[in-house]
């Protein structure tokens, strides 16, 4: 079975820090491009960052310079490490993969879904 898995988040004060995990099992994610989206309540749900089957990482304005995506390959895990976090990163956040050979923040070109991990930034 094809399934991702994300775990690691939680209620962090701000600028704190967290680092999401997201785990593949049935499938090897070097073979596809993984992308961390989000939805925030009321909201629609927004790209944040991806890295490819290459290893090219992309993130959203926002997010440069305080969330890093890395991926072990070993392990079969993509990572999202955030820092400085705002309490307008509160949402739910998600990893997905495509086997797609480039990253996009179209929601639609994405296969699998993991169930998302919810992350809560307030004081």
């Known amino acids: 079975q094809l399934q991702l898995v994300e775990s690691g988040g939680g209620l962090v004060q701000p600028g704190g820090s967290l680092r999401l995990s997201c785990a593949a099992s049935g499938f090897t994610l070097n073979d596809y491009v993984i992308g961390w989206f989000r939805q925030a309540p009321g909201k629609e749900r927004e790209g944040v960052s991806c890295?490819?089957?290459?290893?090219?990482?992309y993130s959203v304005d926002s997010m440069k310079g305080r969330f890093t995506i890395s991926r072990d390959s070993a392990k079969n895990i993509v990572y999202l490490r955030m820092n400085s976090l705002k309490p307008e990163d509160t949402a739910v956040y998600s990893c997905?993969?495509?086997?797609?050979?480039?990253?996009?923040?179209?929601?639609?070109?994405?296969?699998?879904w993991g169930q998302g991990t919810q992350v809560t930034v307030s004081s």
């Open positions: 997905a993969a495509s086997a797609s050979s480039y990253c996009s923040w179209r929601t639609y070109e994405y296969d699998y």
């Open positions: 890295i490819s089957s290459s290893g090219m990482r």
